[in-house]
């Protein structure tokens, strides 16, 4: 929207396949467009209470992930702390290391050197089901890739990652189909994922639908760690509106919640701590309280000359 404003002189707005209107730039705003997107106030900024940080549930330490031809660290000798109850949001231009650390986080990519420490346990040469069954929830970067099966139902997506626990599988292997149901339903209810209907095919679905189930099923299957990569990524104003209050949710909750966006304004929204990657490397970190788009975007472009 900010580049609608930026360099059209009208804009009109179309919702569910209908013309809504037609607003010249002088006579509206990011807000009154917002609203006619959605059909509703919609409130751009993210409330919320200041974090109440507790014990460390996820811990790097001097960790190094090399690139996949092993020719050069992509992620070079990275250290931090999350801890329950709080936010800590990853900034950085796109391709300096964001994908690949998160990668090695979730056990998709094996690390170089150093350590990933969760709830104090060493991690690093786990399994991504023992780090899942660990406590670690992912909302992955791309969702068509790794978020949802698209062939699959709203219900057997809605199980992806747990089908072989109970209650959704028995000891011999065999799937409950009435448990998966009944927990596919109350997830689609409690996050607002239309079609409401579980049987149908999730390639049916919009990018924003898809979303709210992959975040749904995240959180709700009970993790200690939620990791949120581009977690509003391609979605409509609505949706990324309910996505951030359940991230916010979920950290009141008490998880531990490591936000990656590429879009700056989601980062200092919802973060309680910022940390730049750039080239691999922290650059520096930044309290909310303290984190300004021109700070961040020194520290995105490497430069270290940047007060905390």
Known sequence: MDEAMEICDRMSVMRDGKMIGTVTREETSTTKLANMMVGREVILRVDKTPAQPKEVKLALERVTVNSLDHHKPVVNDVSFDLRAGEILGIAGIEGNGQ???VEAVVGLRQIHDGRILVNGEDVSDDSTRDRREGGISHIPEDRNE???VHTYTTAMNSILGDAHNEPFCGPIGFLHEPQIREHATDLVESYDVRPRFINIESDRYSGGTAQKLIVARE????PSILIASQPTRGVDIGAIEFIHNQIVSARDRGLAVLLISADLNEVMSLSDRIIVLYEGQIMGELAQANAT???????MAGSKTVAS
Do not use: F
């Not at 959180?219 to 009970?222: A, H, K, P, S, T």
């Not at 788009?293 to 520290?299: A, V």
């Open 219 to 222: 959180i709700e299957r009970g």
């Open 99 to 101: 994908s690949e650390l």
């Open 293 to 299: 788009p021109e700070k961040l975007g020194l520290l």
């Open 146 to 148: 790794r978020g949802i």
